[in-house]
């Protein structure tokens, strides 16, 4: 249930402002160029927030921190502050070239571009100037690190020690990072706890020499971490190297099918058992990603008709019918498809909550006025949601209640025990 909520409030959520705020830190509305150009000319470093407008505690960043009034008089005061979307205009080139990979991270440079300090994550208002305070001082990114593994590559000691510097920040290098240690290190070092987890983690291709190695030596592996455990690492890297493809059709470029055909080979030769889940949900995102809307929702359509899917939850649902209400769709057949995989997805849904139903009845009204010719239909669901937004205010009251009683039976409980 929890998910849930999350999740539909992060879709719900509007994309972060970027106008300046009168209390708080004032950001600049300028192009990259432009803010380069005012760093240089008032001789500051550049604030850069990196967000996504999906990231939760990036909007709490913006929303509990930025708006603080001592933030906002200590960062206009040394800064030139940016907001940047990561996934948008300017901010993709800046994704690449500071090599962020988690959100949000909060970066302080020159304006040359060179990085001085980094952060990572929410953190509170005296967190964030001990944080700026650094960055004035000098900071704490140390240049030197990228030439000394440059020169040294081959050696264990230096890679991990500038491995563990990116894991630290979450900065993008990681992984080829993580496939030059492991690369280097004696195959045997798999073994450790520590080399499979990062195994498990960061290496994404099944192709790999690292796969490759555990597979043909499944029985010392399957010893050490469990036979499940092993299973699942290696079955999770064929879905990942899909989600590789899937994010170059992201970018704008055309979708590999060479590799995704020697993936499909791949899974074949070593009889992995959801390959066909695999090849139809990557097929799905790429008519998705492509923006083909007919076909995406002809093939899920048929796709539920031949009983392809053994199981199909709320989440999978969801996962059909948000990209609709998010496209430029005004296909009717396409919309009304979106109309019965949200009616589903609710049938499927067994949590009891107001937050939930508004947000299905709030979908199915945005798809049934975008249909345009189903109005009795779009009235009643308006009446509904009315009704739901009033119950909206008695199960707050209720949730209060309950936790109420929860805690005091709690501490009953632990007072009977402490006698």
């Known amino acids: 249930m929890k998910k849930i909520l999350i999740s539909i409030l992060l879709v719900c959520f509007p994309i972060l402002s970027i106008a300046d705020n009168k209390e708080g830190i004032k ?29 939760g505690p990036c909007k709490r960043l913006s929303g509990e921190v930025f708006t603080l009034s001592d933030i906002g008089n200590f960062f206009n005061n040394h800064f030139i502050n940016c907001k940047m979307d990561m996934e948008k205009g300017d901010g993709i080139l800046l994704q690449k070239q500071f090599h962020v990979g988690a959100y949000p991270t909060l970066l ?32 704490t990114f140390n ?19 500038y491995l563990n510097v990116l894991k630290a920040t979450s900065d993008s290098r990681v992984r080829a990072v993580t496939q030059q240690y492991l690369s280097i290190i004696p195959k045997e070092q798999y073994l450790d706890n520590e080399n499979f987890e990062m195994i498990a983690s960061k290496v994404r291709d099944p192709f790999s020499s690292v796969i490759t190695y555990i597979i043909n030596n499944r029985d010392i592996f399957d010893k050490k971490f469990s036979k499940e455990r092993v299973t699942g690492v290696i079955n999770e890297k064929y879905t990942q ?36 889940e695999v090849v139809e949900n990557t097929r799905i995102k790429v008519l998705e990603y492509t923006n083909k809307w007919e076909e995406y929702a002809y093939k899920i359509d048929s796709l539920i008709k031949t009983g392809f899917y053994n199981n199909l939850d709320s989440r999978r649902f969801k996962q059909w019918y948000k990209p609709v209400i998010m496209s430029n769709s005004h296909d009717k057949a396409v919309l009304s498809h979106a109309v019965e995989w949200l009616e589903k997805c609710y049938a499927a849904d067994d949590s009891f909550s107001m937050y939930v139903y508004t947000s299905y009845w709030e979908d199915k009204i945005t798809l049934l006025e975008r249909i345009g010719d189903r109005p009795s239909e779009l009235n009643q669901a308006k009446i509904e949601l009315n009704l739901i937004k009033q119950f909206k205010p008695k199960q707050e009251i209720a949730d209060k209640e309950k936790m109420e009683k929860l805690l005091k039976m709690t501490s009953f409980i632990n007072n009977e025990k402490a006698r």
């Not at 990259?32 to 407008?53: G, M, Q």
């Not at 994550?121 to 900071?139: I, P, V």
């Not at 000394?148 to 081959?154: C, G, L, Q, V």
């Open 27 to 55: 950001f600049e509305n300028g192009s990259w160029s432009d803010i380069v150009l005012k760093a240089k000319k008032e001789k500051k470093i550049i604030f850069i927030d990196c967000y996504t407008s999906w990231c």
């Open 143 to 161: 240049a030197g690190l990228d030439e000394r593994y440059n020169k040294n590559k081959n050696k264990p000691e230096i890679v991990k020690e």
């Open 108 to 139: 302080w440079v020159d304006s040359k571009g060179n990085i001085i300090h980094r952060a990572l994550g929410f953190m509170s208002g005296d967190k964030l100037l001990e944080n700026a305070q650094t960055a004035l001082k000098g900071g």
């Open 241 to 276: 190297f899909a989600d590789s493809l899937l994010w170059q059709v992201k970018e704008g470029n055309p979708f590999d099918e060479i590799l995704f055909n020697k993936l499909i080979n791949l899974m074949e030769e070593r009889n992995f058992e959801s390959r066909a």
